[in-house]
């Protein structure tokens, strides 16, 4: 399919993140991709060991992507969830597949640039085989009003030997209210690696995030990265869980989050167990303002206080690559 | 003159003691001048002070930059008057890319690009293997303190303050560290290098001796280093490492002198 008609301010969205938006369209750049323009499916373009496969119903899509057994691909498999209305509700129902021995990337957009009192939500099913390599990252920007209502929800199932990588921002724009809740199954020998990084910005921004990963199967190991900051009255809540259930498997959940401005309100909530007497799992979260140290490094280098927040902000809120 | 410190005394957080006792030093401009003293006699109190840390008020004594007056500068006014300070144990700021974290002091922001790739030369780091690296786990601890001297030399500073700059170095790098050194004053930069490693010191022009918060003496560097072995009564180590430029700094007999007027045989 080419030639496709796309919102051009959902693409004009997508060029902060430092990406060539023209990749991602229809007949461009070499990747797999699907493009849902609120509930209508505008593109849709299968590579050699990937498969695409969308319905539309009625407010939004059921979508398939699957990565063929040993499929190795180089470029992103793009998800483009946009929705260039202020109001309506999207509804999403993707179900990744990712057969055993593929190494492959996902890279989801979703992005409502004039959301005010959109609702959009997902209900998402991974399956990951064995020995796969598979990266999952979802940007979101929600425009600038506060003005969306996100609640995605997600299960991950990792096959043995198979390494995932889970990332999640939500750090441009204004979040509104979002509710996200993943949760991860690792199996044997599985590494689990999930990073969160959200910025409240306003006392019109509420994001909750749960990020749970349960170590099922022997030797699994997990590390969940929660980052946030929360300021002029936004809040943050991120809700990071790891369970050891299984012989010496190893997890550790990690949330640091800054408060900036009066009324903001940041909230940690590290939850970990173990019932498996060989499994170890630990956390750490730290909650407040930047360390005076690091704020004195980047004075030193002619920047006043509120310069150097903003750059400490920039990098901890940076997008992994 | 380029700095002066003027009987600087700087009380601890519950005034009940001195850290630095009516500190007094000048320094030249264009030269490497070393503050020298044992673990604990106040060196990186002094460098904290002059580059004007909240936590490090003077009680009494003031600081000229210039001939200007800045004890009372924060951080940053004094950062813009052209100081700044290399840090001992930089932060790891993970997720800043190298050029970014090199960007934040250059004022030419229309060279930027040459500006960080002529840092990252200065301080010996390939700009091809650099420029797109992020600060993150995998940077050691060498890489770190380099671009920290190269985030600090991007700025084109009139007087870079380098705390201990030899921490956690081989000896190997520290030879290339005072080569850096060296380049950096040929870029019309002045250095003031605390240390506590007489060697690193000999790269020195001048020093000053800190010794429990006293600064004992200021001069060239060999005579202050030859004070500090006095002091410590580190003979043989004195008369085995005062080199510089392949030539013995100081005649024996000048060294028993000053071993005798500090007491020590």
Redesign the interface.
Known sequence: MSNVEYPREILESLEDYNIDIRDFLPGHGKGAKLLLDFNKIRGMEDVDGVILKGREIENGIIADVIIKEGTKIEEPVHLCFGVNKETGIQEIFPRIIVEDNADATVQAHCSFPKANGLIHKMFGHFYIGKNCNFTYSETHYHGENSGALVAPVGYVYVGENSVFENNFYLTRGTPGKVKIMIDIYAMKNSVIKSNIKAFGKSKNDSVRIRDSVFLEGENARSVIKMKAVAKDGGEVLMFGITEGNAPRCNGHVECSEIVLGKGSICRARPFIRAIDPTSSVSHEASLGRF????L??????????EEATQ??I?????EE? | MLLEVKNLTIPTLDQKCVILNKVSFKVKEGSIHAIIGPNGSGKSTLAYTIMGLDNYKPSEGKIYFDGKDITNMNITERANLGITLAWQEPARIDGLSIPRYISLGIKDKANMKEEIIEALKIVNLEPERYMNRIIDEFLSGGERKRVELAAAVAMKPRLIILDEPDSGLDMIVIEDFMNIFNKIKELDMTILLITHREDIGMVADYGTLLWRGDALITDEFPKVMLRYCAKAGLKEFCKRTLFKNGGFCVDEDYIDRIFREEGQS
């Open positions: 360390p005076q140290k690091w004195d490094e980047l004075q030193a280098k002619g920047l006043t206080e750059i400490l920039e990098a901890m809120l940076q690559r």
